[in-house]
């Protein structure tokens, strides 16, 4: 099968894919598509491209060697799930389905797990997490928030979101209640690296304060995380606003 054939494919699919296009230097013109969930390759391109597909998660210019080269990624949107259907939740839900992201909300209780109070969930899971995250998988294209301040939700929900390749671990709470979170995840036989991953209090410090104050900080926190970015202001930083890597 050519490479046009496997993207047409990609089209009508939730594959996750990177194509590598060498616009500059040796190769200009090669084309090399690196299938994610098959383990396969089509095309051509220079070497090592291959290994650094799994970490592209934005259509972006790379430098390559001697080359440049455009990654453009295929796949389903980014996913926001949610852990706890309270008023910041649905606030979060609506951001992150404005920009395009899928968006699941999970809480074991179903009168508050509802459509009334989070209309803007694609998805709502009445569970509670440790079965939630049988039905709702936690990939690298995944961003998990908890804002239950419930341990029997916090908890299993930071376990479970570590334990995957999700690109964003965010958890409310005070410092004080953070700290009781990783006294419990370290006896669960998490490391202070794997414990790193979270961001707890999540959010960027821009003084929110209502739920879609918070929302707006946890969002442009993950954002920044999934870009690879600090969540700087853009009038100090030291490089081009459209960045190359």
């Given at each position: ?141 995944t961003a998990v928030v908890t804002l239950a301040h419930d341990d029997r ?93």
């Open positions: 099968m050519t490479l046009a054939d496997r993207l047409l494919e990609l089209a009508h699919t939730d594959e996750h894919a990177v194509l590598f296009t060498v616009i500059e230097g040796p190769g200009r013109g090669d084309k090399l598509l690196v299938l994610l969930d098959r383990d396969e390759v089509v095309g051509d391109g220079p070497d090592g491209l291959v290994e650094l597909a799994p970490e592209i998660r934005r259509n972006h210019v790379l430098a390559h060697g001697d080359a440049r080269v455009y990654a453009e990624v295929y796949g389903p949107p980014p996913r926001l799930v949610v852990v706890g259907a309270v008023d910041t939740a649905e606030a979060l839900c609506a951001a992150a389905r404005a920009i395009g992201w899928h968006t699941t909300c999970v809480d074991a209780r179903a009168a508050f797990a509802t459509r009334e109070r989070i209309p803007s969930a694609h998805e709502l899971v009445v569970a509670w997490p440790e079965d939630a995250f049988q039905q709702v998988p936690l990939d690298r294209d939700f916090d908890v299993p929900t930071l376990a479970a979101a570590l334990r995957s390749d999700a690109f964003y671990v965010g958890a409310i709470g005070s410092r004080r209640t953070q700290d009781r979170r990783r006294e419990r995840l370290l006896a669960e036989g998490f490391t202070d690296d794997d414990l790193s991953r979270i961001h707890g209090p999540t959010g960027l410090d821009i003084g929110a304060e209502t739920p879609p104050e918070q929302a707006l900080s946890i969002l442009t926190e993950a954002l920044a995380v999934r870009a690879g970015r600090p969540g700087t202001p853009l009038r100090t930083a030291g490089h081009r606003i459209h960045v190359e890597s």
